[in-house]
């Protein structure tokens, strides 16, 4: 089973920066498509953000489209989220997830993901 672990979450006022880490234990990693979701209070856990197994194809939502960036770096087991320009209805706990699947696209449907990091709150103030 792989562990996730996630880093880089914390307070940043609205306009800022933060890049979000989360590195996958094992030697599978480089096969599996990633994902990024997040949850805020008294919501649903949402799709942000996803890339395929060779990082050829990513998928955003709308909501952070042109802010926010995915990548991954096989060679170091880790998948990225850069997030610019944050807003206040950004603030949730992020997780980062593996897609059930080998050489996966990827994609938004949280069913897909069959693993996932324990969480990194995002804070962002107005």
């Known amino acids: 089973q792989v562990q996730l672990v996630e880093s880089g979450g914390g307070l940043v006022q609205a306009g800022g920066s933060l890049r979000l880490s989360c590195a996958a234990s094992g030697r599978t990693f480089s096969l599996f498509a990633m994902g990024w979701f997040r949850q805020a209070p008294g919501k649903e856990r949402e799709f942000v953000a996803a890339?395929?197994?060779?990082?050829?194809?990513?998928y955003y939502t709308d909501s952070v489209k042109g802010r926010f960036t995915i990548s991954r770096d096989n060679a170091k087991n880790t998948v990225y989220l850069q997030m610019n320009s944050l807003k206040p209805e950004d603030t949730a706990v992020y997780y980062c997830?593996?897609?059930?699947?080998?050489?996966?696209?990827?994609?938004?449907?949280?069913?897909?993901?069959?693993?996932w990091g324990q969480g990194t709150q995002v804070t962002v103030s107005s």
């Open positions: 890339i395929s197994w060779n990082g050829g194809t990513t």
């Open positions: 997830a593996k897609h059930q699947s080998m050489y996966g696209l990827g994609g938004g449907e949280l069913a897909d993901y069959s693993s």
